[in-house]
């Protein structure tokens, strides 16, 4: 009797299986390589990879992985829905308020009070639009190393409310509603707020940069305080050479932090057909971006207006910005800046897909978010909010 013969495959050596592996961008092609058999597995484990591209969430609950556009579906608990993230965590709120981020990946979780008490709301209903949207959240340090890192929450309503909370995971949030104008003239509205340096740092809507001191009271309570505010150049309103003066364009602002610099990214939004009386904002895409470096040696501080990102390749959304070199991940552009399609009323954005892409800084150009060979998933509504995720682990 013969004996069974193993397999040619699993013969590979291990270090062509890391050259395989390395051209595989895509952790679900990763994961399947892996499972071919058993000393593929076992190999693989021992490679040293780079991480898996971003994940990006879609609205019926599935994420979608890029840029293959294969969908993944990976259950969270109870009737909780995405409503942001933070690097590899998702932000879910239950429907009786309770927040929580958890690991898709290792399923840790970290309890946050709720936040919908900063409303002084009851409950949180994520399918009605007149309740306010947990816009953005941010770390003062990664999660993965410092679970007891500090979380702000940016939250914008629809009647143009924002307020900035702070809090630890289990401790009571402290939030400062800023369209009151508490402390200070005139009322503020965020776009967008990071971390930057230790400090916090918002947007707000006219292009000013606040700086918020987070500090405690004599009861070791956290507590917030907006002070300096930088001066917008003269310019940053200009719009980009090639765009037409005669339009009319939406500018939606991220800030984020890129190789020890914080970056305001603007971003332009042309209504292709202006005399049109659809509301859904179908017609609507993206024409160009621009990209600001916000100088904080001078008195008052400046934006200053830079051309090209060099290796860096920025991911921006209004839940979740973030920068990498392009040698990190394999199939990154350098110089590049991903977007997705993140400005609708959750009533229209059945698809996050509509108005993505890459837009290439040195030439303006914008190419498809998905590869060619992608098949376009189709798009269902939901309760989730679209926001990358970025895989840590990489396979």
Known sequence: MKAARSSPWSDIPPEILGLLLERLPSLPDRVRLRAVCHPWRSNAKLQSLPPPLPWLTLLNGTILSIPDGKIIRMPVPG?????????????????????????????????????????????????????????????SSPLDSSPESLVAVLILDDGNSSTICICQPAQPPVATNLSRGKGMEPSLYLADVAFFNGKLYGVAFGNELIIFEIGYDLGSKLKISATERINSVDDLWDLPQYLSSEEVYIEREYLVQCCGRLLQVKRFIHNDRPCSRSISFEHHRTVAFEVFEADLSTNPGQWRRINKLGSQALFVGKHCSKSFTSEEYNGVQADCIYFMCDYLPPVYAVNPLRDSGVCNM?????????????????????NWRPTWIFPSDPI
Not at 94 to 120: E, I
Request: hydrophobic share 40%; glycine share 8%; charged share 15%.
């Open 362 to 382: 040195r030439n303006g150009m914008i190419t498809p978010l998905l590869s060619q060979t992608a098949a376009v998933p189709q798009h269902h509504g939901g």
């Open 79 to 139: 009737d909780a829905c995405c409503c942001g993230s933070i690097d590899n965590w998702l932000f879910l709120v239950q429907n009786d308020g309770g927040c929580s981020l958890m690991n898709p990946f290792s399923k840790a979780t970290l309890d946050l009070p709720k936040l919908a008490t900063v409303w002084r709301r009851d409950r949180f209903n994520a399918s009605e639009r007149s309740n306010p949207l947990f816009y953005k959240l941010v770390v």
